[in-house]
T-cell receptor, first 113, second 113 residues
Framework: KNQVEQSPQSLIILEGKNCTLQCNYTVSPFSNLRWYKQDTGRGPVSLTIMTFSENTKSNGRYTATLDADTKQSSLHITASQLSDSASYICVVSAQTSYDKVIFGPGTSLSVIP | DGGITQSPKYLFRKEGQNVTLSCEQNLNHDAMYWYRQDPGQGLRLIYYSQIVNDFQKGDIAEGYSVSREKKESFPLTVTSAQKNPTAFYLC????????????FGQGTRLTVV
């Protein structure tokens, strides 16, 4: 069964600290993995997208890693800011199929002063 | 200013009524999607459309209907047959999904009163 799991479910960190969010998936055949940021009450916004051959990709203070062998991905946030408070969603796509896009439940991150 | 627009942002419906959520995009994307988001769960696909005048059921299509008469528009009707319609609804569009980014609207929060 195609599944995407994320951990932790929620996280609270102090402003300026780093954090790492985890994503495990069983989607097959794998096409790509994306991380989205979703502010409360708004639509998700893409942070990174990685294909099978990519191990790491950065977008400012966000760095995503992918281990296709273990089917794990992480999103590392450096020097967190209050505006990083949001839900972070891992999304995995199966190859060449519009409907085989599996969303994880998200990790709710709260950055406090 | 290209993007995807959902309206209204908030919608209240009495039990037994049908209601239609609007989704418009000016990105010239072929594919459009409707997702439902419930607390603590990943987004679930309701319907998707790859091309004008064609659409396919997603994982939770029961109680919903769509149309795709124009490339720019993909309205979703929540019918009285949907037993638990209160949720946050997200519309998205993309070129053929593949490795390209999907753009989301800002969402519509539907509440049944």
């Amino acid at each position: 069964k195609n599944q995407v799991e994320q951990s932790p479910q929620s996280l609270i960190i102090l402003e300026g600290k780093n954090c790492t969010l985890q994503c495990n998936y069983t989607v097959s055949p794998f096409s790509n993995l994306r991380w989205y940021k979703q502010d409360t009450g708004r639509g998700p916004v893409s942070l990174t997208i990685m294909t099978f051959s990519e191990n790491t990709k950065s977008n400012g203070r966000y760095t995503a890693t992918l281990d296709a062998d273990t089917k794990q991905s992480s999103l590392h946030i450096t020097a967190s800011q209050l505006s990083d408070s949001a839900s972070y969603i891992c999304v995995v796509s199966a190859q060449t199929s519009y409907d085989k896009v599996i969303f994880g439940p998200g990790t709710s991150l709260s950055v406090i002063p | 200013d290209g993007g995807i627009t959902q309206s209204p942002k908030y919608l209240f419906r009495k039990e037994g009524q049908n209601v239609t959520l609007s989704c418009e995009q000016n990105l010239n994307h072929d594919a459009m999607y409707w997702y439902r988001q419930d607390p603590g769960q990943g987004l679930r696909l309701i319907y998707y459309s790859q091309i004008v005048n064609d659409f396919q059921k997603g994982d939770i299509a029961e109680g919903y209907s769509v149309s795709r008469e124009k490339k720019e528009s993909f309205p979703l009707t929540v019918t009285s047959a949907q037993k638990n319609p209160t949720a946050f609804y997200l519309c998205a569009s993309s070129p053929p999904w593949g490795n390209t980014e999907a753009f989301f609207g800002q969402g519509t929060r539907l509440t049944v009163v």
